[in-house]
C-alpha cells in the first residue's frame, strides 16, 4: 500500500491524531530511505554490495552512506563490525534455522557489535540478529550514539550482552539477552586512559531504555547500573547468578517488570544511588552460597544511604528477607510482602520487612564488584553513617513462613496489616495480627503475578479516600482502578467488586397457618459464599426466619403486612415486603363420620300419614379422604332433603284433591 493511500486511510480512521501516527511509522524508512547494502556468507567484497551481497559486515558498512540499511543474510558470521555511520543493520531473524548469527572475531578479540562516535554521535538501528557466541568480549558495545536494539538476541556472549558506556544512549526492545559471562546488560563511564586522567568536564552518563525483553541466565547480573539511568518495563529479568538488577553508581526505574528466581537479591542499590520500582513483582530470589554456606538473600535491598522507593509491587518467597534497608532509606507503599522464607544465616536479621543500622564491611561490597565491571569509576569506600528509614503504608506484610513480619524499628505510615506483631503498628488505620488471606502467586490479571486476598480479608476496603494513596485516579499493580468497593484496599491488588445485586424483586404472600419458603441470592461484590441478615431493628412476619443463606422459611401465624430489609455484604440492602392472608373458612363443618360410613338424612318432623316413605341415601365405601366423603355427606344430605320435600309437596296435593 502506498504512502498516500495509507494516509489517506487513518485519515478516515481516525483524523490527524492517526495520519501523524501512521507517518512516525514511516519515519524509518524514510531516514533509511539510501541504498541497500547486502551482506550473505556466499558473498564477495567487491563493489558498493547493492547490486551483488559482500563478504563481510565491515566492508558493506564502509560503504554505507548515513541513512543506509545493512542487510545480512542468514547464517553465521564470525566477524566484528566497527559502526560509525547513522545506519540501519538488519538481519534475517534472532531465532530458528534462518537466522542471522554474529559471532564476533575471534583474532582481533573485539565486541561483534561496537557503535561508536568520531565527530557526531551516529544514530543506529540494530534489528533481528542473533549476537552470539562471542568468545572473548561484549556482544554488543555502545560507546558513544544512539542505539536501538530490537527483536534481536544477544547471548552467551564471554562478556555482556549488552554494554553502554559513556555519552550513549540505548533503547532495547522485544529482545532476549540470556547466558552471558557478566552481564545482561551494563551501564558503565568510559574508562579513563590512566588513572590521573581526570576528565576536565563532568562525564555524560549513559541511558538505557530496556522494554518487553527478557534478560536472564547472565553469570553476574541482569542488568548492571555502575553509572547512568536506566529504565526498565514489562520485561522480565530472571534467574540471573549475581542479582536482578544491580544499581550501584546511578539510577533505575523499574516498572511492570517480573525479577523471579536471581541470586542473592532481586533489587539492589547501593551507596549513593537511587531506583524506584512500580506495579512490579519479585520472587523467588535464591540466597548466594559461599563456600557451601547461604551468605545472603534479599528480595530488594537498599545499602549504605541508598534512597529506594517500592511501590504497586509484590514482595514474594525471597530468601531471608522481603525488603531490607541497610543504613539506607526505602519507603515501601501499597505493596504486598509474603512468604519469606527463613535464611540459615547466623546472626543476621531476618523477615518480612527489615531494618538493620550496621555498615556493611568493605569486603562484601567489594565482592559485589563483578567481573566485567573493569570499566567502572566507583570505587569501594568506608560507608558514612546515617540514620537509616523503612517506612510502609498502606502494605501487607504477612504470612512471612517461619520468620517475623517485621524486624527493626520499621516507621508505620498508616494502613498497614500484618499478620503478627512484630511490625508494632499504631499509626491510625494499620492493624496487627490481622488475616490478609492471601491466595497463592498467581496470575490475577495484568502482566505480572500477583497475591490477591480472599473474601474477609482484613485488607479489603480498609483505606479510605484521601489516605494512603487512595484518590481519584489511583490504581493497583494490574492497572485496576481504586477503589472497588466502598474504600481502598491495603497492598498491591485492589479486589474487583461488581455492584451487589439481590434477588428476587420481590417475594411470595404466604397465608396464615400454612408452610411458607422463599429463596433469595445475590450476584456481584466480592462473590459467594454471600450472608443475609435482617437490617438491625426489621423483623419477619411472626413465625417466618432467615438464614444466613438467605432462605425465608416457616409457618406464619399471623395475618397482615409486613415490610422489612435485607442486607447482604453490608452495606447492600434491599426492601421486601411479605402479605399474610387469614386462612379460607368453610360454611359446612367438617364431617366427623369415618370413611366408609353412610350418613343418613334428616327426618322429617311431618305425621306419618304425610310422609308415607322415608328415604335414607347411602354413602359408599370408596376409600376416598375423609374431606371427599363429608363433601359426598352433604351431597347425599341434599339429595335426601329434596326427596322429602318432593313426597311432602305430592302428598298435600293428594290432600287438597281428597277435601
Known amino acids: 500500500m502506498s504512502t498516500r493511500r495509507m494516509s489517506a486511510r487513518l485519515v478516515a480512521l481516525g483524523g490527524i491524531g492517526a495520519l501523524a501516527t501512521g507517518l512516525a511509522l514511516f519515519a524509518p524508512n524514510a531516514a533509511a530511505a539510501g541504498s541497500i547494502r547486502l551482506v550473505s556468507t556466499s558473498g564477495e567484497d567487491t563493489g558498493s554490495c547493492v547490486s551483488s551481497p559482500c563478504a563481510t559486515l565491515q566492508y558493506a558498512v564502509d560503504q554505507a552512506e548515513p541513512g543506509d540499511t545493512v542487510s545480512v543474510g542468514l547464517g553465521t558470521y564470525a566477524q566484528s563490525v566497527h559502526i560509525f555511520t547513522s545506519l540501519t543493520l538488519i538481519g534475517a531473524g534472532a531465532t530458528g534455522s534462518g537466522k542471522t548469527t554474529i559471532s564476533g572475531d575471534t583474532e582481533s578479540g573485539a565486541a561483534s557489535i561496537e557503535v561508536d562516535a568520531i565527530d557526531t554521535p551516529p544514530t543506529v538501528t540494530i534489528s533481528d540478529v542473533d549476537v552470539s557466541g562471542n568468545a572473548d568480549n561484549d556482544g554488543i558495545r555502545v560507546t558513544g550514539g544512539n542505539v536501538t536494539v530490537k527483536d534481536s538476541r544477544a547471548s552467551d556472549n564471554d562478556r555482556n550482552g549488552i554494554r553502554v558506556l559513556g555519552e550513549s544512549a540505548v533503547i532495547v526492545t522485544g529482545t532476549s539477552v540470556t547466558g552471558n559471562g557478566a552481564n545482561g546488560v551494563l551501564l558503565a563511564s568510559p574508562p579513563r586512559l590512566t588513572t590521573t586522567d581526570a576528565p576536565a568536564d563532568a562525564p555524560v552518563l549513559p541511558v538505557a531504555t530496556i522494554s518487553n525483553s527478557s534478560i536472564d541466565n547472565n553469570n553476574d547480573a541482569g542488568v548492571l547500573v ?394 359408599a365405601n370408596t376409600g376416598a379422604p375423609v374431606g371427599q366423603m363429608t363433601a359426598l355427606g352433604t351431597v347425599a344430605f341434599l339429595l335426601g332433603a329434596l326427596l322429602l320435600l318432593g313426597t311432602v309437596y305430592s302428598g298435600r296435593r293428594r290432600h287438597r284433591r281428597t277435601h
Open 226 to 619: 555502575d553509572a547512568g539511568e536506566a529504565s526498565i518495563d514489562h520485561s522480565t529479568v530472571s534467574n540471573n547468578a549475581f542479582i536482578g538488577v544491580a544499581v550501584d553508581g546511578g539510577t533505575a526505574t523499574i516498572d511492570t517488570t517480573t525479577l523471579d528466581a536471581n541470586v542473592g537479591e532481586g533489587v539492589a542499590v547501593d551507596s549513593g544511588s537511587g531506583a524506584t520500582m512500580t506495579n512490579s513483582t519479585v520472587s523467588n530470589t535464591a540466597p548466594f552460597v559461599d563456600g557451601g554456606v547461604d551468605t545472603l538473600g534479599t528480595g530488594v535491598r537498599a545499602i549504605a544511604g541508598a534512597h529506594v522507593q517500592v511501590g504497586n509491587s509484590t514482595i514474594f518467597n525471597n530468601y531471608g528477607r522481603g525488603v531490607l534497608s541497610e543504613n539506607a532509606f526505602l519507603a515501601v507503599d501499597n505493596s504486598t510482602i509474603s512468604g519469606t522464607r527463613p535464611s540459615t544465616e547466623d546472626g543476621i536479621a531476618q523477615g518480612g520487612a527489615v531494618l538493620l543500622l550496621p555498615v556493611e564491611p568493605a569486603a562484601i561490597r567489594q565482592a559485589r564488584q563483578a567481573d566485567g565491571n573493569a570499566d567502572s569509576t566507583s570505587s569501594v569506600s568506608p560507608d558514612a553513617a546515617v540514620t537509616p528509614n523503612l517506612t510502609l503504608t498502606g502494605t501487607i506484610v504477612a504470612a512471612n513462613t517461619t520468620v517475623a513480619d517485621c524486624n527493626g524499628a520499621v516507621t508505620d505510615g498508616g494502613y498497614n496489616l500484618a499478620s503478627d506483631a512484630s511490625c508494632s503498628f499504631s499509626t491510625t488505620g494499620s492493624k496487627n495480627s490481622g488475616d490478609a488471606k492471601l491466595g497463592p502467586l498467581a496470575d490475577n490479571g495484568g502482566p505480572t503475578l500477583t497475591l490477591k486476598p480472599a473474601k474477609g480479608s482484613d485488607a479489603i476496603d480498609a483505606i479510605p479516600s484521601g489516605s494512603a494513596n487512595c484518590s481519584s485516579g489511583a490504581t493497583d499493580q494490574r492497572g485496576v482502578a481504586r477503589p472497588q468497593g466502598t474504600n481502598c484496599d491495603i497492598g498491591a491488588v485492589e479486589v474487583e467488586q461488581t455492584p451487589v445485586v439481590i434477588s428476587p424483586d420481590s417475594l411470595p404472600d404466604g397465608t396464615a397457618g400454612t408452610p411458607y419458603n422463599a429463596q433469595l441470592s445475590a450476584t456481584g461484590g466480592l462473590g459467594a459464599p454471600y450472608e443475609f441478615s435482617l437490617v438491625s431493628g426489621d423483623t419477619l412476619p411472626p413465625g417466618l426466619t432467615l438464614a444466613s443463606d438467605g432462605t425465608i422459611s416457616g409457618t406464619p401465624t399471623t395475618p397482615g403486612t409486613f415490610p422489612f430489609t435485607v442486607s447482604v455484604d453490608d452495606p447492600t440492602l434491599k426492601d421486601y415486603t411479605i402479605v399474610i392472608a387469614a386462612p379460607a373458612t368453610s360454611s359446612v363443618p367438617p364431617s366427623s363420620s369415618a370413611p366408609g360410613s353412610t350418613t343418613p338424612a334428616p327426618t322429617s318432623s311431618l305425621p306419618s300419614s304425610a310422609s308415607p316413605t322415608t328415604t335414607t341415601v347411602p354413602v
